[in-house]
């Protein structure tokens, strides 16, 4: 089993962990010859304290992105497996920040593997000086052993009605910070005339769906007496999303009821570790709603070419019950 590479200068390796930390404490990584895909459910390999289901978060990205000169060997289809500690990732990621080269290598024995970061800086004569980063495995996992965990697909749910570009992550992270304060959930509502709206109400415990006529939202809250905070979003681009098997059920709302809302009840934390994927820098980031059900997150981190389609970091969060 071999595993050598050298690392793209912007690092995009480590940033992808970085989005990843708060998910969950450990981050699994799938090295293929094509790609490199991470994966991490809250409740896998740390406590869960989920009650309306494990947030989930994973990408695959070309190998091109990511690395260089990579050359990788086993013995199940060239794949490799690893479950980390994304705390030791930031570790080699803090001597990488102006490094001018940076060769990832798997060592170490099958008892004690290593991902190893030797990275070459250059002092103030000059002089080039390697440092050499010993990052911990926690296991080396077998094909079966991945795919039991489930962390490297998107989960089967029902069709998104909603696609909406999110505004700017910075701003949503001051807004659901000044959330926190006064609300563990809330309810993010999108509709396909380029509207957004984010509430958060200090009683907020589920969502009342009914109907009160078009282009309303029906949010009602249970002992929201103290606080209840909106914060509304216009002229936002809906994005036309398809698939394999055709236009998406989106389409057929489009036409039918454009201006209603599809809203999701889900915690601020959890919205919150979706808005640490700023530091990938991404290009836009697209929220699909699932009605009463769930919300996904596609953060694409640079533009989408025919031949570069999956270059994307994608969250799942599942409705309170």
């Known amino acids: 089993m071999r ?70 060997e086993s013995n199940s289809n060239n794949e490799i497996y690893l479950e980390m500690k ?32 030797t990275i070459t800086t250059e002092d103030h004569l000059g002089n080039m000086r390697p440092i050499t980063q010993n990052v911990p495995i926690i296991k080396i996992m077998t094909v079966d052993g991945a795919s039991s965990v489930s962390v490297f697909e998107e989960p089967m749910i029902p069709d998104p009605e909603v696609h909406i570009m999110l505004p700017q992550l910075e701003r949503l992270k001051h807004i659901t910070t000044s959330y926190k304060s ?21 009683g907020a415990q589920q969502l009342n769906h009914d109907d009160m006529g078009e282009g309303s939202i029906s949010a009602r809250y249970r002992m929201a007496d103290k606080a209840h905070v909106e914060t509304r979003f ?48 991404p290009l836009n980031v697209i929220c699909s709603i699932v009605p009463n059900h769930s919300v996904l997150f596609y953060v694409y981190l640079k533009d989408q070419k025919d031949d570069n389609p999956n270059a994307a970091l994608s969250y799942f969060i599942p409705e309170i019950n």
């Open 234 to 281: 216009t002229n936002l681009h809906n994005p036309v999303v398809k698939d394999d098997e055709g236009e998406h059920a989106h389409l057929v709302r489009l036409c039918t009821r454009p201006k209603d809302f599809a809203s999701v009840l889900v915690r601020v934390v959890d919205l919150q570790k979706v808005l640490q994927s700023q530091y990938v820098k």
């Open 86 to 117: 994304v705390e030791d990732l930031h570790v080699a990621m803090r001597s990488c920040s102006n490094a001018s080269g940076v060769l990832m290598r798997m060592t170490g024995r099958c008892a004690e593997p290593y991902l190893t970061f």
């Open 182 to 202: 006064i609300a563990e959930y809330v309810v993010i509502s999108a509709n396909l005339a380029g509207e957004m709206i984010l509430t958060a109400s200090d």
């Open 3 to 72: 595993l050598r590479a050298r690392i793209q200068r912007d690092l995009l390796f480590f940033k992808i962990a970085q989005a990843v930390e708060k998910i969950g404490k450990s981050c699994y990584i799938k090295f293929a010859p094509e790609y490199v895909a991470f994966g991490a459910i809250h409740g896998v390999a740390d406590n869960n304290h989920a009650t309306g289901g494990s947030i989930q978060c994973w990408s695959r990205i070309p190998m091109e992105n990511l690395f260089h000169e990579y050359r990788i």
